[in-house]
């Protein structure tokens, strides 16, 4: 009995720490570590806090301040993630070319 208890814990606990990510144009989401993923959203949304930027400006930005403190891909999570906040509408994409990424008024 106590064993069917500490399964369901555990498979509980590993269920909390994932989050599945959403995708703009409504294609499937990835199911992301969700501390990873909250690294790299506030990573994101503290660089386009004080202005807009282009998807390279943003990647360099992200590998600058991340470089060593994070474990995994920065540029394969980056780029979930800064999907999942298109589609959650907190960032957006403007229309010049260059595009860049902004924050979306709330």
């Known amino acids: 009995m106590s064993y069917k208890k500490f399964v369901f814990i555990c498979v509980h606990s590993w269920l909390i720490m994932k989050i599945l990510t959403k995708h703009p144009l409504g ?3 990835k199911n992301i570590d969700r501390q990873k993923y909250e690294t790299l959203k506030r990573a994101i949304l503290s660089a386009l806090r004080s202005k807009e930027l282009t998807h ?3 990647f360099k930005q ?3 301040n991340l470089n060593k403190k994070f474990s995994g891909n920065i540029s394969w999570y980056g780029e979930t993630v800064k999907l999942d ?3 959650r509408k907190i ?3 403007t229309s010049s070319k260059p595009q860049k990424y902004r924050l ?3």
């Open 27 to 29: 294609k499937s989401g």
């Open 56 to 58: 390279t400006e943003l």
């Open 62 to 64: 992200l590998n600058k």
């Open 85 to 87: 906040l298109e589609a």
């Open 91 to 93: 960032i957006g994409r």
């Open 104 to 106: 979306k008024p709330r």
